[in-house]
């Protein structure tokens, strides 16, 4: 092992608190009120900043819970109180593809604008979004999925149909069992919603907005570093 490697290994130990045993797929920069994550062992740990997040590991968030998460392919998430919120795939830049699921609850996101080809979903149980850097709102009751845009914007596709609709910037769509017609389901929204949208879901796409506090900006570059050092030490073969 090299140096170099023995140094970032080192560091890495310090700064990651993973809950699991899988790789790191994003970490805490900031965690408010009850906060769980429950991993694919069924095995739950009280979140914190700094914590480490894994493919399979689920978020839950109680009444007076709020968390945000930096993940490797630089996309941020808000989640909002009493949500419940699954991530099954994160890729790197490189690998392009990501999945996340809402089982319940609301999220707030911004996601990396890489290149064209990128895709990431974000899953309901009656709808698939496909995005290609945006951010947006996605919530789901048990019953209806909305979908707001702020910024690009959000293909819906129904569960089990072809049929699809963009949901572009100042949109809004919302869905139920009872939809028959997808486009019919989108609509621009009115100052008033879109105020109420952005109510306490904000995202910060970079450290330096006042969205973000200072702790929050230790702790994304933290976040970062750790998620670097990660990927570094993923690319490189470790021989004793």
């Not at 009493?82 to 809402?102: A, P, R």
């Not at 769509?173 to 621009?188: E, F, G, I, K, P």
């Amino acid at each position: 092992m090299n140096p170099i490697t023995i140094f970032l290994f080192s560091i890495t130990l310090l700064y990651t608190f993973s809950a699991f045993s899988e790789p790191n797929a994003g970490v805490f920069v900031s965690v408010t009120g009850n906060v769980t994550v429950k991993g694919k062992d069924a095995k739950e740990m009280k979140a914190k900043n700094g914590l480490s997040v894994s493919d399979g590991d689920t978020i839950i968030t109680g009444k007076d819970g709020k968390a945000r998460i930096i993940f490797k392919n630089q996309t941020i998430i808000n989640i909002t109180e009493s949500s419940s919120f699954m991530i099954e795939n994160v890729g790197s830049n490189e690998q392009k593809k990501s999945s996340f699921g809402i089982l319940f609850g609301k999220i707030r996101a911004v996601v990396s604008k890489t290149d064209g080809n990128s895709n990431h979903q974000f899953k309901t149980k009656t709808v698939v979004a496909g995005i290609r850097g945006t951010e947006f709102n996605m919530a789901y009751d048990g019953n209806t999925t909305e979908v707001a845009t702020f910024n690009g914007g959000v293909e819906v596709q129904t569960v089990g149909s072809t049929e699809s609709v963009m949901v572009n910037s100042g949109q809004k769509l919302s869905m139920d069992s009872t939809t028959r017609n997808l486009a019919s389901s989108v609509q621009t929204m009115s100052a008033q919603t879109l105020a109420e949208e952005n109510s306490n879901t904000q995202v910060a796409e970079q450290a330096a907005s006042t969205e973000i506090t200072a702790v929050e900006t230790n702790n994304i570059q933290t976040a970062e570093t750790t998620l670097l050092m990660d990927q570094m030490m993923d690319n490189e073969e470790i021989t004793m």
